[in-house]
Nanobody
Framework: QVQLVESGGGLVQTGGSLRLSCTASGFSFSSYGMHWFRQTPGKEREFLATISSSGGTTGYADSVKGRFTISRDNAENTVYLQMNFLKPEDTAVYYC?????????WGQGTQVTVSS
């Protein structure tokens, strides 16, 4: 079955960095684009970044452009989100997602807390 497992979250000070990982199994990872989202209580999930199956094309939300970088290692079935210059408003649960039509699959999320 499809499984996505995020890791790398934690507590960091304003201006700090974290690298999140999402390790995938149960599908042909190198054939699919991958996506990162985040969510805070009471709000909808917010799109952050996307990467094509080969890694050659990426896209970012304006809120993280220039601070976050998405990448992938198809040999390791893992997608990463490097987060720099973190702000308190980046505090959220971070999720990775894959779309395998007709469904989509999410990981369990990893908590990122940025202290001021």
């Amino acid at each position: 079955q499809v499984q996505l497992v995020e890791s790398g979250g934690g507590l960091v000070q304003t201006g700090g960095s974290l690298r999140l990982s999402c390790t995938a199994s149960g599908f042909s990872f190198s054939s699919y684009g991958m996506h990162w989202f985040r969510q805070t209580p009471g709000k909808e999930r917010e799109f952050l970044a996307t990467i094509s199956s080969s890694g050659g094309t990426t896209g970012y939300a304006d809120s993280v452009k220039g601070r976050f970088t998405i990448s992938r290692d198809n040999a390791e079935n893992t997608v990463y989100l490097q987060m720099n210059f973190l702000k308190p408003e980046d505090t959220a649960v971070y999720y990775c997602k894959v779309v395998l039509y007709p469904g989509e699959y999410w990981g369990q999320g990893t908590q990122v807390t940025v202290s001021s």
